[in-house]
């Protein structure tokens, strides 16, 4: 069977292998038989090998995007009279607040809100929980898909730790694809999802913290009915079965893109997309696109380029263009700066980052495009 192979920049779902499509491919069966709820385990298990969870850790599957991840954890891990500190500088710091929104009043919501392209003062942070000593838990996005910014997840942790507050960590765009450690770094709760640094299909979401944690948030308010965290816990523990029907093909291949990850190995991976992220800088350096982010902030998963002045160009026309010679890339989030995104992250190598710069450096030419500093190609 042969699949064509397309290059996607966009910031996930991601590239995948053709072994992982392949994995799909299999008899049909029943998600409550044995065989399937001993797949389920052995999934479980090595999700939470990736970021070194011991023993003590569960990881608590949904099927859902990792909005829906997101939603499980922030309706399921805050105490009636809990408050909540989100970080907000960018579309996903905000989609947290969105959520907490919906599951607890106003009045229990502190925010901290910068601009998408500025780095979190921590100090700024640590004063906010001064002057809020009851806030319970920190919401903060660890890798904006926004900017491609990464945030300091990890010092906020430990700030966190010291006043007795805990950290829900949004680890979608960084999991499997930043060196993430949950016992060294901290993270109480982190999200992530099946579909983009994992390299696997989308439509699975999981929630990775400790047993003991999970069992206290069986107390909590039962704010959501298919996403609360204890109730698919307690079903798992029990018979190894989501409540509900899973994406059973989507399992399969989440199973053999995790086996992939573990062939590479977690520096492995690091070190593909890092050098897939220094032939992309190169290239877009050489056309003369501008970045938004300082190096001091930027992560090596996604960039947010500087959209051309030039009143030739057009986002649309450039991903139409692209599109149509195998490559996908997409649109901002900032409202007030023109950018667009590229992602390095997926099946991927530095051989397809150099043909995409090719390509882009032929429309161009082609639509007679001045790059953002105006040189001439």
Same mark, same amino acid.
């Given at each position: ?178 060196? &993430?450690?949950?016992? %060294?770094?901290?993270?109480?709760? *982190?999200? =992530?999802?099946?579909? !983009?640094?994992?390299? @696997? ?68 991976? &690091?070190?593909?997309? %890092?050098?897939?992220?220094?032939? *992309?800088? =190169?290239?877009?350096? !050489?056309?003369?696109? @501008? ?87």
């Amino acid at each position: 069977m042969d699949i064509k192979r397309t290059i996607l920049l966009n910031p996930g779902p991601a590239t995948t292998t053709d072994s992982v499509k392949k994995a799909q491919v299999v008899p049909d069966i029943c998600p409550r038989e044995k065989d399937f709820c001993r797949l389920m385990q052995q999934v479980q298990k090595k999700i939470i090998q990736v970021v070194n969870g011991g023993d003590d850790c569960r990881a608590v599957l949904f099927g859902a995007s990792g909005t829906g991840g997101l939603e499980a954890m922030i309706s399921s891990v805050i105490p009636e009279t809990g408050r909540v500190l989100i970080v907000n500088n960018g579309a996903y710091g905000r989609r947290m607040r969105q959520i907490t929104e919906r599951y607890i009043a106003s009045s229990q919501i502190v925010e901290y809100r910068i601009r998408p392209e500025q780095y979190p003062d921590t100090a700024e942070i640590t004063g906010i929980l001064d002057r809020y000593p009851d806030i319970t838990h920190i919401g903060v996005v660890q890798h904006e898909t926004t900017t491609g910014m990464i945030n300091p997840a990890v010092e906020l942790a430990g700030i966190a730790h010291a006043r007795g507050v805990e950290i829900m960590v949004d680890a979608v765009s960084s999991f499997a694809g930043m060196d &993430i450690d949950i016992q %060294r770094d901290g993270f109480d709760y *982190l999200v =992530s999802t099946s579909n !983009k640094n994992l390299q @696997g299909m989308a439509g699975i979401t999981f929630v990775i913290t400790k047993k003991k944690n999970i069992h206290k948030t069986a107390n909590y308010p039962k704010r959501n009915f298919y996403f609360n965290l204890a109730e698919q816990d307690a079903s798992f523990e029990h018979n190894g079965q989501m409540r509900f029907t899973p994406p059973v093909q989507t399992i399969y291949a989440l199973d053999q893109a995790l086996d992939e990850f573990f062939e590479e190995t977690l520096s492995g991976r &690091i070190a593909r997309y %890092r050098e897939c992220w220094s032939v *992309l800088r =190169s290239g877009l350096d !050489k056309l003369g696109f @501008g970045r938004l982010l300082p190096e001091h902030c930027q992560g090596h998963l996604i960039t947010s380029v500087i959209e051309p002045e030039d009143p030739a160009y057009n986002f649309d026309d450039m991903h139409d263009y692209l599109y149509g010679r195998g490559f996908t890339i997409y649109p901002g989030k900032i409202e007030d700066i023109g950018t667009f995104r590229i992602a390095n992250i997926g099946a991927i190598t530095p051989r397809d980052i150099h043909d995409f710069i090719d390509i882009l450096g032929t429309y161009l030419q082609d639509r007679g495009i001045r790059p953002a500093s105006g040189q001439d190609l």
